[in-house]
RNA sequence: GGUGGGUUGGCGGAGAGGUUACGCACCGGAUUGCAAAUCCGUGAAGACCGGUUCGAUUCCGGUACCCACCUCCA
């Protein structure tokens, strides 16, 4: 068995991974504020989980890995939300919209990575869920003389843990050299940080020592991930954007409430996705949701090969020519695999990519010599360690039985036309298979199509009515 | 100013101190009524300047350029 090795950003070497429980591997990934639609940036840390978990369970057993993927569902953006619908006449009290919003946008989460084929995690928290910990490991920092409460304000004192700064390479000293931090009356020194901050009556709160009010996003995975996972687990991952503050912070909070555990061992942070070279962004006009992919026909499984085809740690660019050639190579898989049984297990060169730090670059290439090969039961066997080549996911690359019949009916057309020596008849069809994106292969033993890049049933019907009229 | 990432053949994109990455595209051949698909094959690379080494695209130092983060952001 290949031994795991992953980089971890705390350490900035790839190491061993040597789990704390073989027989229970714990990780945890910084899930989406659900405010609205996942982007496509979004996708990316769940798809490197889902390959990281799918590779786990191979190696520990698919009942020795926990894995957990939190909601934020505290926070101003969807505060926000709820009080324009209250504002557009809405019956309902702020904190059911509040309940309408994060639910209806956790539906849309739940739909979009399924139709990327990541597997649900096996704990979803939500954050309004785990009020009562962030409240109790708040009174323990206080206790520890790590924080401390101000004009309702809860905040972390930064100088009070020396490693501050160490997982994200930053200096406490140069960070307030730099920079634009908010320095609020109530704190006593400007790196503090929000531990729980007061509501007022237009706000979700909640009842607390320190009056009614809303914990800081930080606290809210720190609570979770120990209430879950326990004080000191496996992995911790999310985007390299979250590093800081929000990992840094969550490192300073938890091991200051549990000062002998460790918290997580190895984190993992992802890079960005640019769209065609630039950062995805509103301004630029080149955001886009996960949805809005799907939408356009773009299948889940050619997004899900896009974003597994370069390694985590390199900035990941989503281009229209990378969308084409992922097309084209699934295509193509499905129909080498079309009818087989995958092979009993992943071939050693996809699982020893894998567990090189998680190359999912070098495993597909190891797929390409699989197909070369002709091994149609090893590359399905082994796609799947990737989440592709699903039955989940086969869907979009299927004809359906009413196009299959119609292109049956005009390949004996076009057969008995090449019979007949009416070549111009036989090339016309052929023709318009090409058009409609259907691409024919005369073999030795007949002729076999297959769907290709752009296929248009409606194209396909008007090509069958004038053909076999 | 601080921090991180990137720079590989026409394009995408990995690994490895010395031997073909891989895919797509291109070119040549086989095959075909002509094509397509398929098969075989040929080319083509590692920003720049130094250093270490018998040998570096791979290690070390520096330079340049690009991207991002340091503020809610996966």
């Keep these: 068995m290949a031994q795991i090795r992953l980089t971890n950003t705390k350490t900035r070497k790839k190491e061993d991974f040597r789990p704390i429980d073989p027989s229970n591997v714990r990780l945890y990934l910084c899930g989406p504020t659900v405010y609205d639609r996942a982007h496509l940036g979004n996708a990316r840390p769940v798809l490197v989980f889902d390959v990281l978990v799918s590779l786990l369970r191979h190696v520990y057993g698919a009942d020795h890995v926990t894995y957990v993927r939190n909601f934020t569902d505290v926070d101003d953006k969807i505060n926000a939300e709820a009080q324009r619908r209250k504002g557009l006449g809405s019956p309902l009290s702020l904190e059911e919209l509040i309940t309408e919003r994060t639910d209806e946008t956790i539906g849309w989460y739940h739909a979009d990575m399924d139709a990327l084929g990541a597997a649900r995690p096996d704990h979803e928290p939500r954050a309004t869920g785990y009020i009562a910990q962030m409240i109790a490991m708040i009174e323990t920092l206080i206790e520890n003389g790590n924080a401390y409460a101000k004009e309702g304000h809860v905040l972390f004192r930064v100088r009070s843990y020396p490693d501050y700064g160490k997982l994200s390479g930053r200096s406490v000293d140069d960070m307030i050299a730099g920079a634009r931090v908010e320095v609020a009356p109530f704190k006593e020194d400007p790196m503090d940080f929000v531990l729980w901050k007061p509501s007022d009556a237009d706000l979700p709160g909640w009842d607390s020592p320190w009056g009614r009010g809303r914990p800081g996003w930080h606290i809210e995975c720190s609570a979770m991930s120990e209430d879950l996972l326990g004080d000191h687990f496996d992995i911790h991952g999310g985007g390299i954007d979250l590093q800081f503050p929000h990992h840094e912070n969550e490192v300073a909070q938890s091991c200051c409430?549990?000062?002998?555990?460790?918290?997580?061992?190895?984190?993992?942070?992802?890079?960005?996705?640019?769209?065609?070279?630039?950062?995805?962004?509103?301004?630029?006009?080149?955001?886009?949701?996960?949805?809005?992919?799907?939408?356009?026909?773009?299948?889940?499984?050619?997004?899900?090969?896009?974003?597994?085809?370069?390694?985590?740690?390199?900035?990941?660019?989503?281009?229209?020519?990378?969308?084409?050639?992922?097309?084209?190579?699934?295509?193509?898989?499905?129909?080498?695999?079309?009818?087989?049984?995958?092979?009993?297990?992943?071939?050693?060169?996809?699982?020893?990519?894998?567990?090189?730090?998680?190359?999912?670059?070098?495993?597909?290439?190891?797929?390409?010599?699989?197909?070369?090969?002709?091994?149609?039961?090893?590359?399905?066997?082994?796609?799947r360690m990737l989440g592709l080549l699903t039955d989940e996911l086969a869907d979009w690359a299927e004809a359906g039985d009413e196009a299959g019949a119609l292109i049956e009916a005009l390949l004996v057309a076009r057969s008995d036309a090449r019979m007949a020596r009416d070549f111009a008849r036989a090339d016309a069809i052929r023709d318009g298979f090409a058009a409609a994106g259907v691409e024919v292969k005369d073999t030795a033993g007949g002729a076999e199509w297959a769907l290709a890049t752009g296929f248009d049933a409606a194209r396909l019907k008007a090509l069958a009515g004038e053909v076999l009229s």
């Design 257 to 383: 409430a549990n000062p002998h555990a460790g918290f997580a061992n190895v984190w993992l942070h992802n890079e960005m996705l640019q769209v065609e070279g630039k950062k995805m962004s509103k301004s630029l006009g080149n955001f886009f949701t996960v949805r809005d992919l799907l939408e356009k026909g773009i299948p889940g499984e050619v997004i899900r090969f896009v974003m597994l085809s370069t390694h985590y740690r390199k900035p990941m660019d989503w281009t229209e020519a990378k969308r084409e050639e992922a097309e084209a190579t699934l295509r193509k898989w499905r129909g080498l695999v079309a009818g087989v049984t995958p092979a009993a297990s992943p071939a050693p060169a996809v699982i020893d990519a894998l567990s090189d730090d998680l190359n999912t670059a070098g495993a597909i290439a190891a797929l390409h010599d699989l197909a070369g090969q002709g091994d149609a039961a090893g590359l399905l066997a082994s796609a």
